[in-house]
C-alpha cells in the first residue's frame, strides 16, 4: 500500500520497485479516510508513506497501520525530513525512512524489511512450536508421574500379599510339620502292635494286609514331613521290577480289572504303588464303582503306557492345567489333594510323564508313561535286585483296601 497525494512520486516509486524478486500489486491511497479505509479491508504486506501530507502526516499513519497490523513493515518515503524528525521516526517504531532524492535504496530496504518480517514469522513459529512440545512434554511427564504413582501403589499392595503368602506358606510348612511329627507316634505304636500281633498269632492275611496299610500310612506321613520342608518324594530305590505284577496286585486289592503280562521296568515298586493306588482309588471314589475303572497296558517305542480309565463324570478341561497342582481339590476330591502330586513327582523322578485325558464315551484316562530298561543299564543293576525279581513283590511294597494316599 502507498500513502500519496502526488501520482508522479507515486509512478517514480512504482518504477523503482519494479526489481524486487517479488511480484508486486500496489495499491494508491491519497488521504487518511482512503488509507483507514483500506487497513480496515485486509492487511497490506508492506506500507510506504509520504510523511507531508495537506490533512495527515506519516507519524499518524503509522499509529493507525500499527494499531491494525503491528507486524506489517512500514517505510516513510518522504522529500525532506530533518534528522532529528527521522530519528523521532524510527524511536517510534517506523521500519525505515528513505528520500525521494534517493530511490535506489528504496529496494534494498523492502527486501530488508520483509526479510525482518520472514525472521520474526519463522521466530513467533518456531516458539510457537517450542510452546506446543513444551506442552505435550508436561502433559507426558505428568502421565509419567501418574504411571510411577500407580506403579508404586501395585507394588506396595503386591508385597503385602507376597508376605500375606509367604506367612501363610509358613503356617502351612508348620502344620504340616506338626501333624507328621502327631501321626508319626501313633503309626510306630500300630507297627509293633502288628509285628508283636503276627509273632503271637503266626501269619495271616488280615495281618498282611494291615501291615500294608499301615506301611502307606506311613509314607503318606513321611511324605508330608518332607513336603513341608520342601523336598516331597526325594527317596527313590530304583529296581529291576515286574509292573505288570505291580498293576494285577493293585486291581485285586480295589476291585478293578488288569492286564495280564509281565511288563519289566527299572523303578521303585513302592513308589509305583503308591501312583497306581492314588489313581485308582481316585477313580473308585469319582465313579462310585470299582466296576467302572479299568487298568490298561500298551508297550510303545522306548516306553510303557499305563492307562487308568474310568466311565465316571469325566475332568473338565478348566480344571484338567491344575489337578496337579499341590492342595488343589476338585468337586469331587474328597481328599488332601496331595495324591496326584505325589503321583506326578513319583513319575517325574523315574523320567516318566503324566497327563490326564477324556475317556471316549465319558470318563477320564490318566497315562503314565514310564521308559523300558536300555541294554547296557541290565549290568549295572544287576547288584540292586530286589527280592521280588521272580514276579512277586516284597510284602511291605503291597498295599491293600484302605491304603489310598489322597
Do not use: C
Not at 510339620?177 to 509293633?192: I, Q, Y
Not at 503318606?220 to 527313590?236: A, F, H, P, Y
Not at 492345567?321 to 495324591?339: H, T
Amino acid at each position: 500500500m502507498h500513502l500519496e497525494d502526488n501520482e508522479l512520486d507515486h509512478e517514480l516509486v512504482t518504477m523503482h520497485i519494479d526489481d524486487l524478486p517479488w511480484s508486486v500489486e500496489v495499491t494508491r491511497v491519497e488521504d487518511e479516510a482512503g488509507f483507514v479505509a483500506a487497513l480496515d479491508a485486509a492487511a497490506p504486506h508492506l506500507i510506504l508513506s509520504d510523511f507531508a501530507l495537506p490533512s495527515y502526516d506519516g507519524l499518524s499513519a503509522y499509529r493507525a497501520a500499527s494499531a491494525r497490523w503491528p507486524q506489517v513493515p512500514f517505510i516513510i518515503v518522504t522529500g525532506a525530513m530533518g534528522e532529528e524528525t527521522a530519528v523521532d521516526t524510527l524511536r517510534e517504531g517506523v521500519t525505515d525512512y528513505i528520500l525521494k532524492q534517493r530511490l535506489e535504496r528504496l529496494p534494498s530496504s523492502i527486501r530488508r524489511a520483509m526479510a525482518e518480517v520472514e525472521s520474526q514469522q519463522q521466530r513467533a513459529r518456531a516458539e510457537q512450536e517450542i510452546r506446543q512440545l513444551n506442552e505435550n512434554l508436561r502433559a507426558r511427564l505428568q502421565e509419567v508421574e501418574r504411571l510411577r504413582n500407580t506403579a508404586e501403589r501395585q507394588s506396595q499392595v503386591l508385597e503385602v500379599q507376597a508376605r500375606q503368602l509367604e506367612e501363610a506358606l509358613n503356617l502351612q510348612k508348620t502344620f504340616l510339620a506338626e501333624t507328621s511329627h502327631e501321626l508319626r507316634t501313633p503309626l510306630t505304636a500300630l507297627h509293633g502292635y502288628l509285628r508283636r500281633a503276627e509273632r503271637e498269632a503266626g501269619g495271616s492275611q488280615t495281618l498282611m494286609d494291615a501291615q500294608r496299610v499301615a506301611e502307606n500310612m506311613t509314607r503318606l506321613v513321611n511324605d508330608l514331613l518332607q513336603l513341608s520342608r520342601g523336598e516331597l518324594v526325594q527317596s527313590i530305590e530304583m529296581h529291576f521290577m515286574n509292573l505288570g505284577q505291580l498293576l494285577r496286585q493293585v486291581g485285586r486289592d480295589y476291585g478293578v480289572r488288569a492286564p495280564e503280562g509281565a511288563y519289566e521296568i527299572v523303578g521303585d515298586p513302592g513308589r509305583l504303588t503308591q501312583v497306581f493306588v492314588n489313581l485308582v482309588t481316585n477313580a473308585v471314589r469319582v465313579t462310585g464303582s470299582a466296576e467302572l475303572v479299568g487298568l490298561e497296558i500298551e508297550p510303545r517305542p522306548g516306553e510303557l503306557e499305563v492307562r487308568v480309565v474310568d466311565h465316571g463324570p469325566g475332568v473338565p478341561d478348566a480344571v484338567k492345567p491344575r489337578i496337579f497342582d499341590k492342595f488343589y481339590r476338585g468337586k469331587e476330591a474328597g481328599s488332601a489333594g496331595l495324591g496326584l502330586t505325589i503321583a506326578q513327582q513319583v513319575v517325574t523322578a523315574h523320567g516318566g510323564t503324566i497327563d490326564v485325558v477324556d475317556t471316549p464315551g465319558g470318563g477320564a484316562t490318566f497315562r503314565v508313561r514310564l521308559p523300558l530298561p536300555e541294554e547296557d543299564d541290565d549290568a549295572g543293576l544287576d547288584t540292586e535286585l530286589s527280592p521280588g525279581l521272580d514276579g512277586d513283590l516284597d510284602t511291605p511294597q503291597e498295599t491293600g483296601p484302605g491304603g489310598a494316599l489322597a
